[in-house]
């Protein structure tokens, strides 16, 4: 038979043509939101934007660290001095004195922001108390302050506002800034003035404070940085490791393997066909529907080469030299239409999990494994028949065909899965709810997170309380009201500190109630004149207090949109905001002992969500994986019916299915003894694997006519399974934790689909061991 290779390499070229131009023009994505569900009421759309872009994922938190504390401090301040003139930062705060830039702003209001009653008692008792404490402080070291400021503040007004603006926080102050309280670390709190799940404005985040780091002359000093927008940074930077790496060693691998098998180079070519138009179509496909395409599906794509080359390599591992295309796909042909079929309802469940990152993965796959199957069925067989591509190895093979002998003992199987359904029985599959699975930040990094939260007093987004109102005005008295319950709840050990927007800026209303209730002129004179009896102070000692009052009564209410371009505006912008059309203030209780105290105080308020983040998350990733267990169960069963109907045959068809049932049971036993529950990223891969092994039993059960197709079966299968536990297998080495469960969940069930199909849905042979 005359070979023509024109027409191979035609359909290499164009495919290959197809495959670059779809790369060039479909850009990839790599942050994680793509993996976060749609919300479906308003709590969990507030909650899903917060986790994106909300007060959490404004939070920078930096630590220096490994050098002298004196050294670790001048950094600490270099940085600052550096980062302040940034436009990325609205909050630069270290510890030093000038962290709040609006003291003249906060002086000049004193008296209607100050939250402690006792600053504005003005009854010649309370002078009288508060001239003693000036009187001490003037004769203490403390002189020089105590003539500028006691004086014209005897009560306290400004300090009791500033330290309602300060960030709770654990830090101690060493050297003039912040230090962890039990190691010598500088700490620093940044926020950010857009958070978001932009990348490059997050990577020139990092890039900003890795800089000023630098050009502090840190010597051997250490930088440590933690928060939403280092972790997208570094997630992508590891997401986009994983798949560069995984694509070049899987095409390395694969090309291996199949050199090795056919040992030939057109061979590689005529697989290649199929595998990048396959690649290409779902790339396009996933774009089409979801506008835009991961860098996690197209890394899993690029470890399909382990999938979607089975089906030409069993259409050219089954062939024999000069045999024509019908021939052959008269052989395997109902088999690998059934196959495919079945693999792809197989994968509902990922398709409809409601997650758009994995539904990329599961319409990826279909996709990809559809357009592979097509082009096998319909275009490969002329190209492979005009060039006359077959094995070079083939006919029967007496040693391969020893190895079915070990089908006689296939009650041996029964030990493994009555191991794992016992496992299974005394300790049911759990379902995880965590969202761990999809989140490629390293434990490590968190335990460096929530250690520098700790130190700092970062706010905790654990529980969030949202106040709504239809302007801020309303919103913060709304908050006034609820600020004695959360002050009980404080007091009572169920929370710690608070932090509100009502605490740093009163209502309009109440900043007026208090400006009346300041006393008259005439009255405050006498009240200080009375206040002064017995005490060594000229009449006119306070006369700048009696000026800062007279000032204060002619003032006009704060309000936010006083505050723009201030730092105090800026730090209200992240707990006062606007979301979808309606104002929304974001109460954060630090150090909660007692959840279900706070949530019994305000879960029937009016306007009010509690918001548990950690649980509500846990609750959207548990319904999602329920989600994808029932669309596996109901694509379980159409494939069923299916291969009842395509099978018409009772013994087969219940030789495929017990060595799939046994591949699930096995499989689901190793992942509940390996992490303790199954997650949703188990849940879509499992799914895989048993169209894996339908594959697998499929060709196994089907009739063969002789020793020599028997042969053609055995050699093919190993050939894709080796191709797919080495491909997945490689998936399993990744950094990035949802690739890393993906690749062993598949490169063990491929295994196990191998080992039980061949064993348990092919016929007995008489050939001895």
């Known amino acids: 038979m005359k070979r023509r290779l024109g027409p191979l390499a035609l359909a290499l070229l164009l495919s290959a043509t197809l495959a670059a131009l779809v790369f060039s023009f479909v850009p990839l994505r790599m942050d994680m939101a793509g993996f976060l569900p749609a919300g479906r009421d308003n709590a969990s759309r507030f909650l899903l934007h917060e986790l994106q872009s909300g007060l959490g994922a404004s939070i920078v938190l930096v630590g220096v660290e490994n050098a002298p504390e004196a050294q670790l401090a001048q950094i600490s301040r270099a940085m600052r001095a ?424 009163p209502s309009a209303a109440l900043q007026q109630a208090r400006m009346e209730a300041l006393p008259s002129l005439v009255e405050l004179r006498s009240a200080i004149a009375q206040a002064q009896t017995g005490l060594p102070f000229r009449a006119e000692a306070f006369d700048p207090f009696i000026a800062d009052v007279a000032a204060s009564q002619a003032l006009s209410p704060l309000r936010l949109e006083n505050l723009a371009n201030t730092a105090l505006g800026l730090r209200l912008q992240t707990v006062l905001l606007m979301r979808d059309g309606a104002w929304c203030g974001l109460i954060l209780p630090e150090n909660i002992h007692d959840p279900a105290a706070l949530s019994r105080t305000f879960t029937q308020e009016p306007g009010v969500m509690v918001l548990d983040l950690h649980n509500a998350v846990s609750h959207i990733t548990a319904r999602h994986t329920l989600l994808a267990l029932r669309w596996m169960a109901v694509g379980i069963g159409l494939a069923v019916l299916l291969l009842a109907v395509g099978l018409r045959d009772a013994r087969r068809l219940g030789r495929v299915l017990r060595a799939v049932a046994a591949v699930g049971v096995v499989l689901l036993a190793i992942l509940m003894g390996r992490s303790g529950g199954i997650s949703v990223v188990h849940v879509v891969a499992l799914q895989f694997v048993l169209g894996v092994a339908l594959d697998y039993a499929l060709f196994f059960a089907r009739p063969q006519v002789d020793a020599a197709e028997r042969t053609r079966t055995l050699r093919t299968l190993l050939t894709c399974n080796t191709m797919t536990v080495l491909t997945f297998g490689l998936l399993a080495t990744c950094h990035t934790p949802l690739l890393r469960d993906i690749g062993f969940t598949v490169a063990t069930g491929a295994f196990l689909a191998l080992i039980f199909s061949f064993m348990l849905s092919g016929p007995r042979t008489k050939l001895p061991l």
């Open 82 to 505: 550096e980062l302040v003139q940034k436009g990325d930062f609205s909050v630069v705060l270290n510890g030093q004195e000038n962290d709040l830039r609006d003291v003249d702003l906060l002086k000049k209001y004193r008296y209607l922001l100050a939250p402690s009653a006792h600053t504005r008692d003005f009854s010649a008792q309370a002078l009288s108390v508060d001239f003693a404490d000036v009187l001490d402080a003037l004769e203490s070291s403390a002189e020089p302050l105590a003539q500028e400021v006691a004086l014209r503040d005897p009560t306290g007004a400004l300090l009791d506002t500033l330290h309602a603006m300060e960030p709770a926080q654990h830090a101690q102050s060493r050297h003039g800034v912040w230090f962890a309280p039990e190691r010598p670390r500088a700490l620093m709190m940044l926020r950010i003035r857009q958070p978001g799940m932009d990348l490059n404005a997050q990577k020139h985040i990092r890039d900003e404070v890795e800089a000023a780091f630098q050009r502090a002359h840190p010597g051997d000093a250490r930088l440590l940085l933690t928060g939403p927008a280092i972790f997208a940074t570094e997630s992508a930077q590891t997401m986009r490791h994983d798949i560069e790496l995984i694509s070049a060693c899987s095409t390395m691998l694969v090309l291996a393997v199949l050199l090795w098998r056919f040992r030939s180079l057109w061979v590689l070519a005529a697989i290649f066909v199929p595998f990048l138009l396959s690649l290409s179509i779902a790339m396009l496909s996933v774009r089409l529907v979801f506008g835009w395409v991961h860098g996690i599906a197209f890394g899993f794509g690029m470890t399909m080469l382990g999938i979607s080359l089975d089906y030409p390599v069993l259409l050219i591992g089954h062939r024999e030299a000069g045999e024509g295309p019908e021939i052959v796909l008269k052989r395997i042909g109902p088999s690998l239409r059934m196959a495919v079929l079945t693999a792809t309802l197989g994968l509902t469940g990922m398709v409809f999990c409601g997650l758009p990152g994995l539904a990329q993965l599961g319409l990826f796959s279909a996709v990809g494994l559809l357009t592979a199957a097509g082009t096998t069925l319909w275009l490969m067989p002329r190209l492979v028949s005009s060039a006359d591509l077959a094995p070079a190895v083939g006919g029967a093979s007496l040693r391969l065909l020893r190895w079915e002998a070990w089908r006689n003992r296939r009650g041996w199987c029964a030990l493994p899965v009555l191991l794992a359904a016992t496992m299974l029985f005394l300790h049911p599959p759990s379902l995880e709810r965590s969202a761990a699975s999809l989140n490629p930040v390293p434990h490590s990094r968190f335990a460096m997170d929530q250690e520098l939260r700790h130190e700092l007093g970062a706010p905790e987004t654990g529980y969030v309380m949202v106040v709504k109102g239809t302007d801020p005005e309303n919103v913060l008295r709304h908050e006034e009201a609820l600020l004695p319950k959360l002050e009980q709840l404080r007091q009572n050990g169920a929370i710690g500190p608070v932090q509100a927007a009502a605490s740093w800026l």
